[in-house]
T-cell receptor, first 109, second 115 residues
């Protein structure tokens, strides 16, 4: 099945800093999503982005499907951005949506 | 609020017991996914249903089973529970997997503690 690797595994930044999170996947996908799990455990869908670029406020994402990676950009970080960011993908063969191990982001005030 | 409802929020039970976790998908969503998240771990895909039929299976233990009912709610049954089954169990729903712009929406999870 598809393998999903996220990097870095951990990231500690000062409030106001920018960050780039990466997601590599091992096969072509027809579904790629980014999620934020907040410190209370809730999983929030950030982007549905199997290809192209999207922006939502301080967050943006780019997926280069032909090169099998996606990037999540967070600008002007706030403490509320802390948590774990997951990338999840599904291939063309079935509907399994597989998650990477996540990037744990800690924003210091 | 994602619109996905999971009950109960917390469950404490003993080894060897059986429990049922329930999920009501968002209005209009036909597909339900179940995931297990152990402490400080990622989300492990268990099983997926679409309009009442099983469509994909992950590394779900034989002690675990699930179904999706005609009203589209789903139940995950965990039996002969072991200490290692303690985890957060998430349900998520979507309209039709593979369709363009069909994001996954998660419930708040059921935290299972096996003592």
């Amino acid at each position: 099945g598809i393998q999903v690797e996220q990097s870095p595994p951990d990231l500690i930044l000062q409030e106001g800093a920018n960050s780039t999170l990466r997601c590599n996947f091992s096969d072509s996908v027809n579904n790629l999503q980014w999620f934020h799990q907040n410190p209370w455990g809730q999983l929030i869908n950030l982007f549905y982005i199997p290809s192209g670029t999207k922006q939502n406020g301080r967050l943006s994402a780019t997926t280069v499907a032909t090169e099998r990676y996606s990037l999540l950009y967070i600008s002007s970080s706030q403490t509320t951005d802390s948590g774990v960011y997951f990338c999840a993908v599904a291939g063309w063969r079935d509907d399994k949506i597989i998650f990477g191990k996540g990037t744990r982001l800690h924003i210091l005030p | 609020d994602s619109g996905v409802t999971q009950t109960p929020k917390h469950l404490i039970t003993a080894t060897g017991q059986r429990v049922t976790l329930r999920c009501s998908p968002r209005s209009g969503d036909l597909s339900v996914y179940w995931y297990q998240q152990s402490l400080d771990q990622g989300l492990q895909f268990l099983i997926q249903y679409y309009n009442g039929e099983e469509r994909a299976k992950g590394n779900i233990l034989e002690r675990f089973s699930a179904q999706q009912f005609p009203d589209l709610h789903s139940e995950l049954n965990l039996s002969s529970l072991e200490l290692g089954d303690s985890a957060l169990y998430f349900c998520a729903s979507t309209t039709r997997p593979g369709d363009s712009n069909s994001p996954l929406h998660f419930g708040n999870g059921t935290r299972l503690t096996v003592t």
